[in-house]
């Protein structure tokens, strides 16, 4: 079984949601279909053409997001800023993304998905100037926050777009497109940002200069390409939030907040501390080797994800958080003996187990939705996602000026174990919605 997804009316199969950023808020709308044959592929060839700006600008989306995890620890050295600091940028980009999802998914849906794409790059361009002049802690959360409503924007309005314009064969290119994309967007912000940080001049602000001609470049390609979803009634309608979860679905919640709380905070502690570990712990002060790591974490995830289909729902959470349970165990013993290359290792296990987690969670709470429950149900999911990277991370980051950072990851360590014996002892797999008789 693979995750479901609706493509044209038709349910299909997808890999797992991105677990440090995005999911598609609600299932894409699909565009225009010409009646038949030549005007028919003329109207596949239109809608295809769609379909690669539409990537380029999600991964250039998350790119811009993941760019600015390497210079924390620029920023914490050259003024100043302490863990505790660190950890609200992430609370705050959290944070904007969560209400930004919560009140804008649908909108492109009514609007087209042109616009709110557009407006999603322009923000992160936004973002981008912000953190061009970064001497205070405020300047870095109002670029980090306007970069957290940017990607909201973008998660729901390219994803959608991807959906809508990729081409119908290979069957699979959707749905890969669709949720890997911002994975690989989050792993080369973070490489290239890294690489530019410690090998070519302006290290403060030379990835950010990149990042707004690429944006630039981005809004350019989304401009010229074909609207997808034409216009619809009920955009003022589409902005009051949604949330509740269909009666089939509410037995599996116990689990799926486990799942979504646990590994979601661990993304976050990637975000807040692992550049302070890296540096302080792993004797590293290397921007590519932090920027490697966190690359390691997202990218395993990704590849993580599509294993699950190999196994039911059940199965496929108890294997995730397995391995994610070990993998974060590897990360407090490296932690404890100074090892980087465990720590790497141990990321890599931590990142394909919650792939595989999150995955198989997402597919068993969709499955058996009818298509008006997809936007409340994924509005569950987003309080559970962005409230585990929020909430955590925001208690470490007050305790991050009395306890010591090895601390505060066993803290993320015993979550990981109550979160995976609460999968392992309550996991199910789902049952559809009760019909009438």
């Not at 808020?25 to 060839?45: D, E, H, L």
């Not at 630039?216 to 939030?241: F, K, M």
């Not at 009395?402 to 993320?412: E, N």
Request: glycine share 10%; proline share 6%; with cysteine.
């Amino acid at each position: 079984m693979k995750h479901v997804t609706v493509r044209d009316g038709r349910v299909g199969a997808t890999g797992n949601l991105p677990a440090a950023a995005a999911i598609p808020s609600t299932p894409a709308t699909p565009g225009p279909r010409a009646p038949s044959g030549t005007s028919k592929r003329s109207s596949r060839s239109w809608r295809c053409s769609a379909f690669v700006p539409a990537v380029v600008s999600l991964v250039v989306a998350f790119a811009t997001v993941g760019s600015t995890i390497p210079l924390f620890n620029i920023y914490r050295a050259a003024d100043g800023f302490t863990n505790g600091d660190i950890s609200m940028t992430v609370v705050a980009y959290s944070a904007a993304t969560l209400i930004t999802l919560l009140v804008f998914g649908r909108l492109s849906h009514h609007v087209g998905r042109r616009p709110v794409a557009i407006a999603s790059l322009l923000l992160l361009v936004a973002g981008s100037l912000v953190l061009l002049d970064v001497h205070h802690i405020g300047v870095l959360i109002t670029g980090r926050l306007l970069m957290g409503i940017g990607a909201g924007l973008a998660s729901s309005s390219l994803t959608s777009y991807i959906v809508d314009a990729a081409p119908a064969e290979p069957a699979w290119l959707a749905s890969v497109a669709s949720s890997q994309t911002v994975m690989l967007g989050l792993a080369v912000g973070a490489v290239v940002s890294g690489g530019l940080v410690e090998f070519a001049p302006w290290p403060r602000d030379l990835i950010f200069l990149v990042e707004i001609v690429v944006l630039l470049v981005a809004v350019a390609l989304i401009a010229v390409s074909r609207e997808t979803a034409p216009r619809t009634p009920g955009a003022w309608r589409s902005l009051r939030p949604q949330v509740a979860a269909a009666s089939h679905v509410r037995q599996l919640l116990p689990v799926a907040a486990a799942v979504l709380l646990a590994t979601w905070a661990m993304g976050a502690f990637y975000q807040a501390f692992v550049p302070a570990l890296v540096e302080g712990e792993l004797h590293s002060q290397s921007s590519l080797v932090l920027g490697l790591v966190f690359a390691a974490y997202m990218a395993s995830s990704a590849l993580g994800a599509p294993l699950s289909g190999a196994v039911d729902t059940a199965s496929g959470q108890r294997l995730g958080m397995a391995a994610f349970l070990l993998g974060v165990a590897g990360l407090i013993a490296a932690i404890t003996v100074d090892e980087l290359p465990l720590f790497i290792a141990a990321t890599v296990l931590a990142g394909a187990g919650q792939g595989i987690a999150i995955s198989s969670t997402t597919r068993g709470l969709l499955q058996g939705s009818t298509i008006p429950q997809r936007a409340p149900l994924f509005s569950v999911v987003y309080l559970l996602s962005y409230g585990g990277a929020t909430v955590p991370v925001l208690i470490a980051g007050h305790l991050a000026s009395t306890l010591p950072l090895p601390q505060i990851a066993l803290g993320y360590g015993v979550l990981a174990l109550v979160a995976t014996l609460t999968t392992l002892v309550a996991a199910r797999n789902p049952h559809g919605p009760r019909r009438a008789n």
